[in-house]
């Protein structure tokens, strides 16, 4: 299962349209809670947790490597993880 943008604005009424980096970070945290991930297991997809917390906390974007891992392991749509920011 594939998260898409209208499926992450239908789950959250948090979205507003200029709010690339909180979208993205809001689907990456609410497929890790869908699927029972902690950071400790993120970093097991794109690299080091001390990585992991960095871009949870928007101090660090996210890499083409890492987008891609977190498509095919988390399932989230590159239409979210490719947001401008």
């Known amino acids: ?39 400790k297991d993120l970093a097991k997809v794109i690299g080091l947790k001390s990585r992991v917390s960095e871009i949870l906390n928007k101090k660090r974007k996210l890499t083409i490597d890492m987008i891609r891992k977190l498509h095919e392991s988390l399932s989230i749509s590159t239409d979210v993880l490719l947001q401008k920011y």
């Open 1 to 39: 299962m594939t998260l898409n943008l209208e499926q992450e604005r239908e789950t959250s009424s948090k979205f507003c349209d200029n709010c690339y980096l909180w979208r993205l970070i809001e689907a990456i945290k609410f497929r890790m809670e869908q699927l029972n991930y902690n950071q």
